[in-house]
């Protein structure tokens, strides 16, 4: 029994016993360790000048398509408002409630009219988002290559976006797609 415990105990010294790396072997970690920091503030850096922005994309059209309701319901009242004094003319009693028709005409036109008044927004926010898709955006560097026309509409604002528009395809290119915007809002 003696014996066995001082085999371990040995053993167990043996196994604590540290050999302390040399100055050459600590210089090479200090190194290693330096170039693996350095690629990942690079990575870090590139992540937040390319991903971060990419995120947000788009969020000021969101913010100005806000006044999309806003001309709609606006839009809505005044609207109701004047067909309800018209329905009134030559009644005792004034009409308080629209009929089911008349009021789902005014609704068609009023969100129709917001529509078209936030369309050059809505079409800019698009093509912003669009562009943001990594496969959009090899197509569009690879056009880019063949003629200088094509704009990376990711990294610009909306007001450059609508000013390419204008630019590439007057005032209609700015109302592209509305005849679908307006049949799947309206409808």
Do not use: C
């Amino acid at each position: 029994k003696v014996q066995r415990a001082t085999r371990i105990s040995s053993k167990a010294i043996r196994k604590l016993r540290m050999k302390m790396p040399s100055k050459k072997t600590m210089e090479k970690k200090a190194r290693m360790y330096k170039r693996h920091v350095r690629r990942e503030y690079r990575r870090a850096v590139e992540i937040l000048t390319t991903t971060v922005p990419n995120l947000y994309a788009g969020v000021g059209a969101s913010l100005l398509l806000t006044v999309n309701p806003t001309i709609q319901y606006t839009m809505y009242e005044q609207l109701r408002q004047r067909a309800l004094k018209g329905l009134s003319l030559g009644r005792r009693k004034p009409v308080t409630e629209l009929p089911v028709f008349e009021a789902i005409v005014i609704a068609a036109l009023s969100k129709a009219a917001a529509t078209v008044a936030t369309y050059p927004l809505i079409r800019a926010k698009v093509l912003q988002k669009a562009a943001t898709n990594p496969k959009e955006r090899q197509q569009q560097k690879n056009r880019r290559n063949a003629s200088n026309k094509t704009t990376d509409f990711a990294t610009i604002s909306l007001l450059q976006i609508m000013a390419d528009l204008k630019k590439r395809e007057g005032y209609a290119g700015w109302y592209k797609g509305l005849n679908a915007q307006l049949t799947k809002t309206v409808v």
